[in-house]
T-cell receptor
Framework: AQSVTQLGSHVSVSEGALVLLRCNYS??????LFWYVQYPNQGLQLLLK??????LVKGINGFEAEFKKSETSFHLTKPSAHMSDAAEYFC????????????FGTGTRLTIIP | GAGVSQSPSNKVTEKGKDVELRCDPI?????LYWYRQSLGQGLEFLIY????????KSGLPSDRFSAERTGGSVSTLTIQRTQQEDSAVYLC?????????????FGEGSRLTVL
C-alpha cells in the first residue's frame, strides 16, 4: 500500500528565504508523485508532478521538486519565498497513473514572515 | 462549467440528521472523486467513480456514507445519521482519465459542521 509522510505540519520562513517542504513516500511500485497547493478559501490545485523521466521537475510559481528514489523523497523547494506563497501544501502519491486515485499526506502549512 | 462546483459551501446540522452534498464536475470529465479533509488529517479518500464502471467505495468510513453519480455527471454524497466526527470539509474532484496528466481538479469544498 502506498503512503505519504510530510514532516512538519507548520513551516515558517522569512520573505526571500529558501522554502523547503519535506515529503517521503512508500510505494510497492515506481510511484507517481505530486504536490498540490491550497490557498485560503480555495480548492487544491496542482503545483507540479513527477511521472517518468527527469527527476527534477518544475512547477508553477517558481517551485520545483526532486524525485530521489534512494531516499524515497520528493521534497518541494523554492529559492526565494514570496508573501503570496503562504498556503497549505500537500504531497501525494499514486501507484496507478491511469486512475489518478491519489494518497495525500497530512499537509504542511507555510507561513511567510515579512 | 468552468470548474468543479460544490454545494452547499457550508452546512450546519444536528447530530442524527441526514445531509446531502452535491458535486458538479467539469464538463466532459469522466472520473469523479470524493475526499474528506479533517483538521490535521490531510485528505482522506472516500469514493471514486469512473465512467460506467462500478465505483471504488473502499474509502467510505461506514455504511452511513453513500454516494451516487447520475448520468455520468453530477454526484451526491449522502451521510445518514450524522455524528460529530463527520464534521470536516468534503472535497470533490474530477479528472479526464486517459489524458495521463495525473491532475485532479478540485472544488472549493463543502464544510460540514455537526452539532
Amino acid at each position: 500500500a502506498q503512503s505519504v509522510t510530510q514532516l512538519g505540519s507548520h513551516v515558517s520562513v522569512s520573505e526571500g528565504a529558501l522554502v523547503l517542504l519535506r515529503c517521503n513516500y512508500s510505494s510497492s511500485v515506481p510511484p507517481y508523485l505530486f504536490w498540490y497547493v491550497q490557498y485560503p478559501n480555495q480548492g487544491l490545485q496542482l503545483l507540479l508532478k513527477y511521472t517518468t523521466g527527469a527527476t527534477l521537475v518544475k512547477g508553477i510559481n517558481g517551485f520545483e521538486a526532486e524525485f530521489k528514489k534512494s531516499e524515497t523523497s520528493f521534497h518541494l523547494t523554492k529559492p526565494s519565498a514570496h508573501m503570496s506563497d503562504a498556503a497549505e501544501y500537500f504531497c501525494a502519491v499514486s501507484e496507478d497513473f491511469g486512475n489518478e486515485k491519489l494518497t495525500f499526506g497530512t499537509g504542511t502549512r507555510l507561513t511567510i514572515i515579512p | 462549467g468552468a470548474g468543479v462546483s460544490q454545494s452547499p459551501s457550508n452546512k450546519v446540522t444536528e447530530k442524527g440528521k441526514d445531509v446531502e452534498l452535491r458535486c458538479d464536475p467539469i464538463s466532459g470529465h469522466t472520473a469523479l472523486y470524493w475526499y474528506r479533509q479533517s483538521l490535521g488529517q490531510g485528505l482522506e479518500f472516500l469514493i471514486y467513480f469512473q465512467g460506467n464502471s462500478a465505483p471504488d467505495k473502499s474509502g467510505l468510513p461506514s455504511d452511513r456514507f453513500s454516494a451516487e453519480r447520475t448520468g455520468g455527471s453530477v454526484s451526491t454524497l449522502t451521510i445518514q445519521r450524522t455524528q460529530q466526527e463527520d464534521s470536516a470539509v468534503y472535497l470533490c474532484a474530477s479528472s479526464l482519465r486517459g489524458m495521463n496528466t495525473g491532475e485532479l481538479f478540485f472544488g472549493e469544498g463543502s464544510r460540514l459542521t455537526v452539532l
